[in-house]
């Protein structure tokens, strides 16, 4: 009996410890909703639609445009950390660059300020 037992939380342990998505490498989100959400907002931020990165057919499939999107993210990341850690209220994370302080909605980010 104790065998069955043990056999079971295996099973239950391992199923329940990977991931709900496939090959995401470099997000931590667990929930279908928040990555909906998270996947919204890039995709408004860049004004692409979900193919753009991915094959409708299988989304787990890389393609370029993920290893260029997994690169970006890792920046603003890194970005936002190293803003984060120079402000006074260190209690707060704050957001101060996304995908959108680049793109503005347009696929390529601007090569140059606008004119006056």
Known sequence: MKIHIYILCLVFSSVYSESVFKNVTVLDITSKSEMRSYMKSISKDLGVK???CHDMDDKSLDTPQKDITR???KLTRYLNDLLNSQ???SLQSNTYVSCWTCHYGQLQPAARRPGK
């Open 71 to 73: 690169e970006m993210i």
């Open 87 to 89: 402000s006074e209220d």
């Open 50 to 52: 979900c193919s753009h």
